[in-house]
């Protein structure tokens, strides 16, 4: 992988521990836009993901892979109230954003890991299907996002996975070329936004939502435990 010269990272399930940073809020969440009523709010999440016999959510599903945005609107749909999809959002996002104030959990220490690939002379940026405000939260909170070159949330316009507009935005503002970028995510989608942007290597790791087989069956290059590897075979 001698022609890396970008490292495109997801951000959940990928920088943060996704069960752990998401998996209480979500539910909380849930709770909250079915309006305190138990039985519903497991009916939008198991309509969006969640495995009601084991708790995790399936890889490539909406509450996995999509963005804030299309969760409120399914959660809306899912409750009939399908013209409420804004006020599911603000209020889905103003607890996410909480969260990740208070409470994202990294996988390691996110400075230190983004400085030893800086000093290899290694472009670093985050594509996540959060919103970029969201993004911007999570990393001040362990003082990382000044370690980045490039943020890009659903909502910073260059599109949403699994097309390959994040990867080729952040090859053209690194001045680099798409077959020189790494992409590094837990899900489906990050593996289809490698291929579809022209990234020269997808790398899966399992700390989010997907097993082995399926970011393989996907196209994954390799499949490491958790970034805490990628240095290794960088």
């Known amino acids: 992988m001698s022609n890396v010269r970008g490292v495109l990272f997801d951000k959940d399930g990928t920088l943060f521990d996704f069960y752990r940073t998401w998996g209480p809020v979500t539910e909380a969440a849930a709770l909250a836009v079915a309006q305190g009523d138990p039985a519903r709010a497991e009916i939008i999440l198991t309509g969006s993901g969640k495995d009601p016999e084991t708790g995790r959510y399936r890889p490539g599903s909406p509450i996995a892979s999509g963005s804030n945005q299309e969760i409120a609107q399914l959660w809306a749909d899912l409750l009939g109230r399908h013209d409420e999809a804004g006020e599911i959002y603000r209020q889905m996002e103003g607890m996410f954003l909480d969260r990740q104030r208070q409470g994202a959990v990294p996988v390691l220490d996110l400075p230190?890991?983004?400085?030893?690939?800086?000093?290899?002379?290694?472009?670093?940026?985050?594509?996540?299907?959060?919103?970029?405000?969201?993004?911007?939260?999570?990393?001040?909170?362990?003082?990382?996002?000044?370690?980045?070159?490039?943020?890009?949330?659903?909502?910073?316009?260059?599109?949403?996975?699994?097309?390959?507009?994040?990867?080729?935005?952040?090859?053209?503002?690194?001045?680099?070329?798409?077959?020189?970028?790494?992409?590094?995510?837990?899900?489906?989608?990050?593996?289809?936004?490698?291929?579809?942007?022209?990234?020269?290597?997808?790398?899966?790791?399992?700390?989010?939502?997907?097993?082995?087989?399926?970011?393989?069956?996907?196209?994954?290059?390799?499949?490491?435990?958790?970034?805490?590897?990628?240095?290794?075979?960088?």
């Open 112 to 234: 230190a890991f983004f400085g030893r690939l800086r000093d290899r002379g290694l472009k670093l940026g985050v594509a996540t299907m959060d919103s970029e405000l969201g993004a911007v939260t999570a990393l001040d909170r362990y003082e990382a996002r000044a370690c980045l070159d490039f943020i890009c949330g659903f909502d910073t316009g260059h599109g949403v996975k699994p097309g390959g507009g994040m990867v080729q935005a952040f090859a053209r503002q690194m001045g680099i070329a798409a077959a020189d970028v790494t992409v590094v995510g837990d899900s489906p989608h990050d593996i289809e936004m490698a291929r579809a942007g022209g990234a020269g290597r997808a790398i899966g790791v399992l700390t989010g939502v997907s097993p082995r087989e399926a970011l393989l069956d996907y196209g994954a290059d390799i499949v490491i435990d958790s970034i805490a590897d990628l240095e290794a075979i960088l």
